[in-house]
């Protein structure tokens, strides 16, 4: 088993909906052909920095996982024939440091997808802040 | 004299802050190492150490794959996009 780290652009004249669909197919892919999926990263909607097929935005997705190395040749090639994907960039993470840093990136992310949860706390409380003076003054 | 170097010749900014692994996707750090018009900057003029030269090369390059940073940037796409993704 080896640490990999998938990065794909799904295209961006797809609904919500289906962006979410075309993303838990990619990570389908993944796991049919034995992977082991760490964590993943949803970078969401942004401007490419080059037009591909025409299309100036995409929706980033990054995929952290771990599968025999045997597999990836197989994973690629279901990639490509995907239509939803303007563009796929598969990393390997190999020697020592740098999975370190696989494992850093992870843990990273994982933290990451837990703090919103507290984040929202204070944002509601800064809200609620927001509002009492307003209703102060209109009393 | 000489021409007025443009550049100051400094020590490798990466080995002072001990980078030993660097994100293609966190595309705001490689500024430091592309030009105006994303070219990958010389080593002469950023000062970085051959060994970090070549980490931020393959990092560049995979960027450019991701379409996070361009390949080129033509007289076209610098009017609609200054550095519109790396900030």
């Known amino acids: 088993m080896r640490h990999y780290e998938n ?23 993944i796991t049919a052909n034995g992977g082991e999926i760490a964590t993943t990263n949803a970078m ?30 197989e994973i690629e090639r279901r990639f490509r024939i995907n239509e939803d994907l303007l563009r796929f960039v598969t ?18 992310m994982k933290k990451s997808a837990s703090t919103p949860a507290k ?7 800064v809200a609620e802040a927001q509002e009492a003076p307003v209703e102060a003054a209109a009393e | 004299m000489s021409e007025k170097r443009k550049y100051k010749k400094r020590f490798c900014k990466y080995c002072e802050s001990k980078v030993e ?4 996707k966190d595309a ?20 970085n150490c051959k060994k970090h030269q070549d ?7 995979r960027a450019r794959a991701a379409a996070l940073v ?3 940037v033509t007289r076209k796409t610098v009017v609609s996009a200054p550095f519109e993704n790396l900030r």
Do not use: C
């Open chain 1, 44 to 73: 969401g909607m942004r401007k490419l920095a080059y037009p591909i097929n025409k299309n100036e935005r995409g929706y980033y997705h990054v995929v952290y996982y771990s599968v025999a190395p045997s597999s990836i040749s």
């Open chain 2, 21 to 24: 692994f660097m994100d293609y």
């Open chain 1, 91 to 108: 990393i390997k993470y190999d020697t020592n440091r740098e999975i370190k840093a696989w494992n850093q990136l992870v843990d990273k």
């Open chain 1, 7 to 29: 990065l794909v652009i799904v295209k961006p004249t797809l609904t919500a909906e289906e962006i979410q669909n075309s993303v838990a197919a990619v990570e389908e892919i």
């Open chain 2, 70 to 72: 361009p390949y080129t």
């Open chain 2, 28 to 47: 705001g750090a490689l500024r430091f190492s592309l030009s105006e018009r994303y070219k990958i900057m010389p080593r002469r003029l950023t000062g």
């Open chain 1, 119 to 125: 984040e929202e706390a204070p944002a509601e409380a």
């Open chain 2, 55 to 61: 980490m931020i090369t393959i990092v560049i390059k």
